[in-house]
């Protein structure tokens, strides 16, 4: 039981690669889609292998509230599987559109800063023909 407590322990210290990380992902997104959510299924961009005790990797993606409970659990296993890290718990941080584009970092997209409009320009009236 020590023996796989120090395996374990040694697991939780690697680094997950970055382009091997995106690659699973996509192979996953691939392999079983999510399912749609209004419009739109979820998507995922990038991700990013960002802390340990326990794994957290960061998700850039279309919209964090479409990434439903079972298909989460779904990436999880996957990637345990994929990067031999049996025991060891994943954590994922979802970053939506709305939220990287945000002046301050809000929960809804609703809340989200909007743009102001640009003022219109000026034109000069057009002379009338002679003639």
Known sequence: MLKTAVELDAKLEEKIPTGRLNARIKELLEHRSPKKIKTARFKVYYAVHVGRRPYKIKLFCNAAEKLHET????????????FDLGGCPVEFELV???????EGEVDNPAEM???????????????????
Request: proline content about 13%.
């Open 71 to 82: 298909y989460e659990r779904y990436l999880e296993k996957g990637i345990q599987e994929t």
């Open 96 to 102: 939506g559109k709305a939220k990287r584009y945000a």
């Open 113 to 131: 800063p909007q743009k102001k409009p640009k003022p219109k320009r000026w034109k000069k009236p057009k002379r009338p023909k002679k003639g």
